[in-house]
């Protein structure tokens, strides 16, 4: 398991045009050493709504006397600023190892149009 998070699945719709039915979640790989980032929603109390959070899984050694490497969940990094609620992210990395994150935030309505 790389994170147990959990999300809301607002009703209305986010942003009034997305019904986020579960898939808060993505996965990339780096093509240059293997190593995976995953990113996903989790609920923040804070903001009352979902922000993106990533983690990158990591080789850890068995034991000193096995050959074998595993991955292992690093720690929790936001990728949003956690002003406004975030959904829908996609994460790719570059060859040279860069990772991007494309999400989309909500910041509410004005004059009937999602902000």
């Known amino acids: 398991m790389v994170?147990?998070?959990s999300s809301q699945q607002p009703t209305p719709k986010f942003g009034?045009?997305?019904a986020l039915l579960g898939g808060l979640d993505q996965v990339a790989v780096d093509p240059s050493n293997g190593l995976v980032y995953?990113?996903?929603g989790v609920f923040d109390e804070t903001i009352q709504g979902n922000r993106i959070a990533m983690r990158r899984l990591i080789y850890?050694?068995?034991n000193e006397?096995?050959?074998?490497?595993?991955?292992?969940p690093g720690p929790e990094m936001f990728v949003d600023d956690?002003?406004?609620p975030a959904a829908l992210p996609a994460?790719?990395?570059?060859?040279?190892g860069t990772v991007g994150v494309?999400?989309?935030t909500f910041g509410g309505m004005i004059g009937g149009f999602p902000v």
């Not at 006397?65 to 292992?72: K, R």
């Open 16 to 18: 009034t045009v997305n």
């Open 82 to 84: 956690g002003q406004s």
């Open 102 to 104: 494309l999400y989309d």
């Open 3 to 5: 994170a147990q998070a």
């Open 91 to 96: 994460v790719a990395v570059a060859a040279n």
């Open 60 to 62: 850890e050694k068995c």
């Open 38 to 40: 995953v990113v996903y």
């Open 65 to 72: 006397f096995s050959a074998c490497d595993v991955l292992v």
